[in-house]
């Protein structure tokens, strides 16, 4: 069965870090193009960053570049998002998504993702 482990959520200050991992099981994670989506209460859910199945293409939605980092380790099937200098509107469930299609189009839109994680919580207080 496919699926996805998303931990490394928490409560941090502003201007703090921390590291979410994504670990599949049940598939072989370098077939798909993985994403980290958030949702935060009330609001729709938004592509943070996207990577390539072979790691060389990334996509980071405006409010994170600079300050967030995808990467992935297919030997170990395990997906990563290194976010740094975080801010309250950070705060929101972290979701990771396996897709077919390229980056910038599977954050973009979610319907375009196919397996989902059941989510991690990240609150930044201010």
């Known amino acids: 069965q496919l699926q996805f482990v998303e931990s490394g959520g928490g409560l941090v200050q502003t201007g703090g870090s921390l590291r979410l991992s994504c670990a599949a099981s049940?598939?072989?994670?370098?077939?798909?193009?993985i994403g980290w989506f958030r949702q935060a209460p009330g609001k729709e859910r938004e592509g943070v960053s996207c990577i390539s199945r072979s790691g060389g293409s990334t996509y980071y939605v405006d409010s994170v570049k600079g300050r967030f980092t995808i990467s992935r380790d297919n030997a170990k099937n395990t997906v990563y998002l290194q976010m740094n200098s975080l801010k309250p509107e950070d705060t929101a469930v972290y979701y990771c998504?396996?897709?077919?299609?390229?980056?910038?189009?599977?954050?973009?839109?979610?319907?375009?993702?196919?397996?989902w994680g059941q989510g991690t919580q990240v609150t930044v207080s201010s």
């Open positions: 998504a396996a897709s077919t299609h390229d980056v910038q189009a599977m954050c973009s839109a979610s319907e375009l993702n196919d397996y």
């Open positions: 049940g598939f072989i994670l370098d077939y798909y193009a």
